[in-house]
C-alpha cells in the first residue's frame, strides 16, 4: 500500500503540474483546515511546502468554547486536533494541498493515527468554499476509485466554523524540538515521504 500510494501521488502531480499554473491570478491567499492525527505531525509537513505561508495548530470541529490542549485530549470537547493552513493561490493550490495530506497520514483508520487513538485524531477536511469542498470529495472518489488504500478513506469533509488556536508551545514544535523520541520517530518519517513524494515542490531553503 505504501508503494502504491508513493506511485499514484507521483504520477498525480505530473498530470496536474501542468494546468495548474497555465493561469497565473493576482495575489489570493486563503486558508483551509485539516486534521490528520496529532497536528505536530502536520503542521511540520506543511512548513515545507512551497507556497505556504502559515501554518497554526489548534482545534476545530467541537462545541466547547477556547478549549485548552489537555481538555481536548479528554475527547469531551468534540475538537480535532487540526492545522489551519494559509496558502498563496500563486504558487500552490487546494489539489496540491490536498494531495500532501493524503500522502502523510492514514485516512482509513477511524479516530486514530498510528498509537494516537481518540476522536480528536481523527481525519477531517474543514473547507471554507465550493472550491474546497468539491476538491476534497473529487480527491476522496478518485482514491477510492483506485483503491490506493487497503479499507476505504472516513475522512470527513465538513463546513469550517471556528478554530481555536492552541497554546503556543505547540506552535513549530518539531523545529523546536527536534530530540524529542515523538519527533524522531514519528514526525521525522512523515517529513521524509513528503520530501520524497514532493520533492519538487518544496520550499527553498535559505
Not at 519527533?183 to 518544496?202: A, Y
Given at each position: 500500500m505504501k508503494n502504491t500510494i508513493l506511485i499514484f501521488f507521483i504520477?498525480?502531480?505530473i498530470s496536474v503540474f501542468s494546468q495548474e499554473h497555465k493561469t497565473k491570478r493576482t495575489t489570493n491567499l486563503e486558508t483551509i483546515t485539516l486534521g490528520g492525527g496529532c497536528y505536530w505531525c502536520v503542521e511540520a509537513v506543511y512548513e515545507n511546502l512551497d507556497g505556504i505561508k502559515s501554518v497554526v495548530s489548534g482545534f476545530s470541529g467541537g462545541k466547547t468554547v477556547n478549549p485548552t490542549y489537555d481538555e481536548v485530549c479528554t475527547g469531551t470537547t468534540g475538537h480535532a486536533e487540526v492545522v489551519q493552513i494559509t496558502y498563496d493561490k500563486n504558487t500552490t493550490d487546494i489539489n496540491e494541498i490536498f494531495k500532501v495530506f493524503f500522502t502523510v497520514h492514514d485516512p482509513t483508520t477511524l479516530n486514530r493515527q498510528g498509537a494516537d487513538i481518540g476522536t480528536q485524531y481523527r481525519s477531517v477536511i474543514f473547507y471554507i468554499n465550493e472550491e474546497q469542498r468539491k476538491a476534497a470529495q473529487n480527491i476522496i472518489a478518485e482514491l477510492d476509485k483506485a483503491k490506493v488504500y487497503d479499507s476505504p478513506i472516513v475522512t470527513k469533509v465538513a463546513p469550517f466554523t471556528k478554530f481555536y488556536k492552541a497554546e503556543n508551545y505547540h506552535q513549530n514544535y518539531f523545529a523546536n524540538n527536534k530530540n524529542q523520541p515523538y519527533?524522531?520517530?514519528?514526525?521525522?518519517?512523515?517529513?521524509?515521504?513528503?520530501?520524497?513524494?514532493?520533492?519538487?515542490?518544496?520550499k527553498k531553503k535559505p
Open positions: 504520477a498525480l502531480s519527533c524522531k520517530m514519528v514526525i521525522q518519517p512523515k517529513i521524509e515521504k513528503f520530501e520524497k513524494v514532493f520533492k519538487n515542490k518544496l
